[in-house]
């Protein structure tokens, strides 16, 4: 078991920038898999960008180019840096652990972006 706990989320101009901080409460160094997915509303849980602990990514097809997964595996963190963000990435975002064959989530952080 991790506790995961964001940070980061706030309310943004389109074009703007902000940067999610997920903490864990223990070492993620054997974590196979880390990532973020958002949940807008009205939609399903969807998967935003994913780092395995040998640092291959994985971006959803419409933030390529514009959001960055990061590890620090000596801090316990997974980062998501956003950057030209759009209305459309206005979602609560969670980070994730998938740990063996369950998965852990933090508890959401709220990202709005204005038009």
């Known amino acids: 078991q991790v506790q995961l706990v964001e940070s980061g989320g706030g309310l943004v101009q389109a074009g703007g920038s902000l940067r999610l901080s997920c903490v864990a409460s223990?070492?993620?160094?054997?974590?196979?898999?880390m990532g973020w997915y958002r949940q807008a509303p009205g939609k399903q849980r969807e998967l935003v960008a994913t780092?395995?602990?040998?640092?291959?990514?994985a971006y959803a097809d419409s933030v390529k180019g514009r959001f960055t997964i990061s590890r620090d595996n000596a801090k316990n963190t997974v980062d998501l840096q956003m950057n030209s963000l759009k209305p459309e990435d206005t979602a609560v975002y969670y980070c994730h652990a998938k740990l063996g064959w369950r998965d852990q989530w933090g508890q959401g952080t709220q990202v709005t972006v204005s038009s």
């Open positions: 780092m395995s602990s040998g640092g291959t990514t």
């Open positions: 223990r070492s993620i160094v054997s974590i196979g898999l």
